[in-house]
């Protein structure tokens, strides 16, 4: 079996329900797929006297699981006051709109499309329910929308699908961005060295102890990618199919559609700064 201490960004191991650290608690959303891993992570945070609750990434549309979230609060002593999106894919947005119902509360993104209420989220900015502070990172890449959350007080970073518990994410074609992605990394990069982060609580998969590690694998990772699909093009190899039948040989052939879209991404990129 691996030591967890040797994966990359250290995962925590296995993917519960339960307390992650002082002001976070996670409800896995039983959606596991091949994208979604073990399922979606539906984040509660709260300061531990208050008696207010942010819902992070409701999740998907599963009566179950929204009614879940809600009484794990409760049993927390809490109630839900203000739900957030950390982008508009459906495992972690489709359910907000039945969240607010069941809740009562407005629903902040980034995407005006997204929101339910007056206010949206402004990068840089402060979200402040019941004493606790969350501070807004614009990460964009994986999607336009992406955002991550910095939650200062237990030195940890909300990262939706921009760093997952395990594996890679993916930068899909169109929307997502690799120049993008590659300055969201170094953004998150920047929270481990200079604002002292050191948790990651991803979207999906298992809690990282090590931020900076997880950051610095996958920017490793993209180079490596990127070095791989700009040799194949010089060998011939032209189409995003091509690339990717080359390129992910290794990779599950089930996940061939979605490497795809990532290899378009690559191919845009590459294009754009001439090296190709």
């Not at 794990?72 to 495992?91: I, M, Q, S």
């Not at 899909?172 to 481990?192: E, K, M, N, V």
Request: charged share 20%; net charge negative; aromatic share 4%.
């Amino acid at each position: 079996m691996t030591d967890a201490a040797a994966l990359p960004g250290q995962p925590r191991g296995a993917v519960v329900s339960g307390p992650a650290t002082e002001r976070a608690v996670n409800v896995l959303a039983p959606n596991p797929s091949a994208m979604t891993l073990d399922g979606t992570n539906t984040w509660i945070l709260s300061e531990p006297d208050s008696p207010l609750a942010v819902v992070v990434d409701p999740g998907p549309q599963d009566e179950a699981h929204l009614r879940r979230v809600i009484d794990t609060a409760e049993r927390l002593g809490k109630r839900v006051a203000l739900t957030l999106l950390t982008h508009g894919h459906p495992d972690h947005a489709e359910g907000a709109g039945r969240f607010a119902e069941l809740t009562g509360t407005p629903v902040r993104a980034l995407d005006p499309a997204l929101r339910l209420g007056d206010e949206g989220l402004t990068a840089g900015k402060a979200v402040e329910v019941g004493g606790l502070e969350l501070r807004v990172v614009p990460t964009p890449g994986h999607t336009a929308d992406s955002l991550s959350f910095h939650l200062p007080a237990d030195r940890a970073v909300l990262t939706g699908d921009t760093i997952l518990g395990r594996g890679t994410t993916m930068v899909a074609h169109p929307d997502g961005r690799l120049g993008d992605y590659l300055d969201s990394l170094r953004r998150l990069r920047s929270l481990t060295v200079d604002d002292g982060v050191h948790t990651v609580l991803p979207g999906h998969g298992p809690v990282l102890e090590d931020a900076q590690g997880a950051v610095e694998y996958y920017l490793a990772h993209r180079a490596t990618r990127l070095a791989q699909v700009e040799t194949a093009v010089e060998n011939g190899y032209r189409t995003a199919a091509e690339v990717v039948a080359h390129v992910y040989a290794d990779v599950d052939r089930s996940l061939w559609p979605a490497a795809e879209l990532s290899v378009r991404a690559q191919l845009e990129y590459l294009t754009e700064h001439g090296l190709i």
